[in-house]
């Protein structure tokens, strides 16, 4: 099994290739700066790195990148820095969901190729009644205004949700929802709920990276678990007692 990850030189994307590797998966990704990887990866005969920048590759450069794919896996998050946040492109993750999902039919496979976005638990399921305070809502409301990553991380998960949708012929897809991310060296113990049990906003839980990255890597290798969480969002807390 292939799986294509975008956002492999990041925190968690990182963590997602390792585990990917570490369970005998063959991985390529997607990099702008191949030098920022591990040099071990470099000479990993299971990994196959692509030096562009994923929205700069034409349609039908994307569309051979997904070819041999049986999962694409999506870790890409807004630099923390001015530019990062307000600087172009705004729409960072949505149009590499897009683009990927896009290149998927055009292959037209024979079966459906498993998607997986890394999201944000502050970005509410629109498929379920996940009620928010009025506080909450407002606060929300501001992020949304002045922080265009956040704005960004709802339509990547919008359109997965609406314009996938859930009987689409070739592409499933789960959206993972972390809440505040923290750096760990070792898999913890988690939990994973279809929905948010606290406020991502007054009362937010934590979720280490590697976790985030292990609980990724078993949707794409583990069937039962894919089939328990396509097409829907599921939220990944640490476990209280490693809060």
Sequence with gaps: MTTLVVGASGATGRQL???LLDSGQNVKVIVRSPENLPESWKSDDRLCIVHASVLELTDAEMAECVRDCQAVASCLGHT???KGIYGQ???LVTDTVRRF???IRANTPEQPIKCVLMNTTGNRNRDLNERISFGEKCVLGLIRLLLPPHADNEKAADYLRVQIGQNNQYIEW?????DTLVDEEKVSKYEVHPSPIRSAIFNAGRTSRINVGHFMAHLITDDTGWNSWKGKMPV???SPSMN
Excluded at 174 to 178: E, I, K, L, S, T
């Design 236 to 238: 990944i807390y640490n």
């Design 174 to 178: 789960v959206a993972v929802r972390p």
């Design 101 to 103: 999902c896009n290149a």
């Design 89 to 91: 492109p705004r729409r």
């Design 17 to 19: 290739v390792k585990q």
């Design 80 to 82: 923390i820095s001015w």
